[in-house]
Protein backbone atom coordinates (compact mmCIF):
# COMPACT_ATOMS: atom_id res chain seq x y z
CA UNK A 1 0.00 0.00 0.00
CA UNK A 2 1.57 3.21 -1.31
CA UNK A 3 1.88 5.98 1.70
CA UNK A 4 3.50 9.35 2.24
CA UNK A 5 3.87 11.19 5.54
CA UNK A 6 4.99 14.57 5.83
CA UNK A 7 6.56 16.16 8.72
CA UNK A 8 8.14 19.45 9.39
CA UNK A 9 5.85 22.09 9.61
CA UNK A 10 5.01 24.30 12.05
CA UNK A 11 5.00 28.11 12.86
CA UNK A 12 7.13 30.37 11.86
CA UNK A 13 7.67 34.85 11.67
CA UNK A 14 7.83 36.33 8.02
CA UNK A 15 11.29 35.43 6.50
CA UNK A 16 11.94 32.20 8.17
CA UNK A 17 12.77 29.16 7.11
CA UNK A 18 11.09 25.24 7.15
CA UNK A 19 11.88 22.44 6.02
CA UNK A 20 9.02 20.41 5.03
CA UNK A 21 10.10 16.14 4.32
CA UNK A 22 8.02 13.46 2.63
CA UNK A 23 8.53 9.85 3.73
CA UNK A 24 7.01 7.45 0.99
CA UNK A 25 6.27 3.63 1.40
CA UNK A 26 4.53 0.92 -0.66
CA UNK A 27 5.78 2.27 -4.03
CA UNK A 28 9.19 2.75 -5.83
CA UNK A 29 9.62 6.40 -5.82
CA UNK A 30 11.70 6.33 -8.55
CA UNK A 31 8.64 5.79 -10.76
CA UNK A 32 6.56 8.67 -9.80
CA UNK A 33 6.30 12.25 -9.76
CA UNK A 34 6.05 13.61 -6.60
CA UNK A 35 4.09 17.17 -6.24
CA UNK A 36 3.46 19.18 -3.09
CA UNK A 37 0.33 20.85 -2.95
CA UNK A 38 -1.05 23.57 -0.16
CA UNK A 39 -4.49 24.50 0.97
CA UNK A 40 -5.23 27.40 2.91
CA UNK A 41 -8.26 27.83 4.90
CA UNK A 42 -11.53 28.61 2.41
CA UNK A 43 -9.38 28.28 -0.48
CA UNK A 44 -9.20 25.52 -3.09
CA UNK A 45 -6.27 23.40 -2.70
CA UNK A 46 -2.96 24.63 -5.50
CA UNK A 47 -0.30 23.06 -6.60
CA UNK A 48 3.24 24.22 -5.06
CA UNK A 49 6.06 22.38 -6.84
CA UNK A 50 6.79 18.81 -8.63
CA UNK A 51 9.37 17.03 -9.18
CA UNK A 52 10.47 14.43 -11.89
CA UNK A 53 7.10 15.44 -13.29
CA UNK A 54 5.48 15.83 -17.12
CA UNK A 55 6.72 19.62 -16.85
CA UNK A 56 10.41 19.27 -15.74
CA UNK A 57 12.67 17.63 -13.94
CA UNK A 58 11.49 20.61 -11.21
CA UNK A 59 8.89 22.84 -11.40
CA UNK A 60 7.35 25.91 -8.99
CA UNK A 61 4.32 27.34 -8.93
CA UNK A 62 4.83 31.71 -9.49
CA UNK A 63 4.28 32.56 -6.03
CA UNK A 64 7.17 30.57 -4.53
CA UNK A 65 9.63 29.94 -7.44
CA UNK A 66 12.96 31.72 -6.04
CA UNK A 67 11.96 30.60 -2.40
CA UNK A 68 11.14 27.15 -2.25
CA UNK A 69 13.12 24.29 -3.88
CA UNK A 70 12.44 20.52 -4.01
CA UNK A 71 14.42 17.86 -3.71
CA UNK A 72 14.03 14.33 -3.94
CA UNK A 73 16.24 11.09 -2.22
CA UNK A 74 15.38 8.03 -3.94
CA UNK A 75 17.55 5.72 -1.93
CA UNK A 76 16.02 7.32 1.21
CA UNK A 77 12.60 7.54 -0.74
CA UNK A 78 12.13 10.89 0.54
CA UNK A 79 11.20 13.92 -0.56
CA UNK A 80 11.53 16.96 0.92
CA UNK A 81 10.85 21.07 0.10
CA UNK A 82 12.62 23.77 1.83
CA UNK A 83 11.28 27.16 2.33
CA UNK A 84 12.82 30.08 2.32
CA UNK A 85 11.68 33.68 3.10
CA UNK A 86 7.97 32.89 4.07
CA UNK A 87 5.61 35.05 3.69
CA UNK A 88 1.84 35.19 5.87
CA UNK A 89 0.33 34.25 2.49
CA UNK A 90 2.59 31.01 2.55
CA UNK A 91 -0.10 29.52 5.47
CA UNK A 92 -1.18 26.29 4.51
CA UNK A 93 -1.74 22.60 5.08
CA UNK A 94 0.91 21.24 2.80
CA UNK A 95 0.84 17.76 0.92
CA UNK A 96 2.64 15.97 -0.83
CA UNK A 97 1.48 13.38 -3.28
CA UNK A 98 2.56 10.63 -5.66
CA UNK A 99 1.34 10.48 -9.87
CA UNK A 100 2.51 9.09 -12.80
CA UNK A 101 5.29 10.66 -14.20
CA UNK A 102 3.77 12.65 -16.81
CA UNK A 103 1.82 14.47 -13.94
CA UNK A 104 1.58 17.54 -14.26
CA UNK A 105 0.39 20.06 -11.11
CA UNK A 106 -3.04 18.95 -10.83
CA UNK A 107 -4.30 17.54 -7.86
CA UNK A 108 -6.60 15.05 -10.38
CA UNK A 109 -3.09 13.88 -11.39
CA UNK A 110 -1.78 12.95 -8.61
CA UNK A 111 -3.14 9.49 -6.63
CA UNK A 112 -1.61 8.94 -3.69
CA UNK A 113 -1.43 11.37 -0.40
CA UNK A 114 -0.35 12.04 2.73
CA UNK A 115 -2.31 13.47 5.88
CA UNK A 116 -0.97 16.95 5.12
CA UNK A 117 1.47 18.86 7.74
CA UNK A 118 0.81 22.57 9.08
CA UNK A 119 2.44 25.40 8.07
CA UNK A 120 1.94 28.59 9.80
CA UNK A 121 3.47 31.99 8.60
CA UNK A 122 3.16 34.76 11.44
CA UNK A 123 3.85 38.85 10.74
Known amino acids: EAQLVESGGGLVQAGGSLRLSCVTS????????IGWFRQAPGKEREGVSC????????YYADSVQGRFTISRDNAKNTVDLQMNNLKPEDTAVYYC????????????????WGQGTQVTVST
Open 97 to 112: AAGEPEARLESFQYDY
Open 26 to 33: GFTLDNYA
Open 51 to 58: IACGIGST
